[in-house]
Nanobody, 117 residues
Framework: QVQLVESGGALVQAGGSLRLSCAASGNIFRLNAMGWYRQAPGKQRELVAFVTPGGGTNYADSVKGRFIISRDNAKNTVYLQMNSLKPEDTAVYYC???????????WGKGTLVTVSS
């Protein structure tokens, strides 16, 4: 059974920081690269960052240098440290395995990040 539970979202002022967490079931986490995705109001869901099982990372240009993704394989948890937040980072953030978004058939509830100017 797939389980994805995101947490850590909040209302924060521009320039602030947040740390998101995602607890994933072992069958989706263990052998997969894991990604953080986000969906802003009126926009399509997009991939923000991903981390491979070995710890390799990659970031969207819009967050490069500000966000850091990491994973704890012992806890089946993936994190997203978000620094220097901007109003355009406002979105619901989701985690999931790294896969073409249109082919993913299960999503958690996500966690809302709101950045005020």
């Amino acid at each position: 059974q797939v389980q994805l539970v995101e947490s850590g979202g909040a209302l924060v002022q521009a320039g602030g920081s947040l740390r998101l967490s995602c607890a994933a079931s072992g069958n989706i986490f263990r052998l997969n690269a894991m990604g953080w995705y986000r969906q802003a109001p009126g926009k399509q869901r997009e991939l923000v960052a991903f981390v491979t099982p070995g710890g390799g990372t990659n970031y969207a240009d819009s967050v490069k240098g500000r966000f850091i993704i990491s994973r704890d394989n012992a806890k089946n948890t993936v994190y997203l440290q978000m620094n220097s937040l901007k109003p355009e980072d406002t979105a619901v953030y989701y985690c999931n395995k790294l896969q073409t978004i249109t082919t993913i058939d299960y999503w958690g509830k996500g966690t809302l990040v709101t950045v005020s100017s």
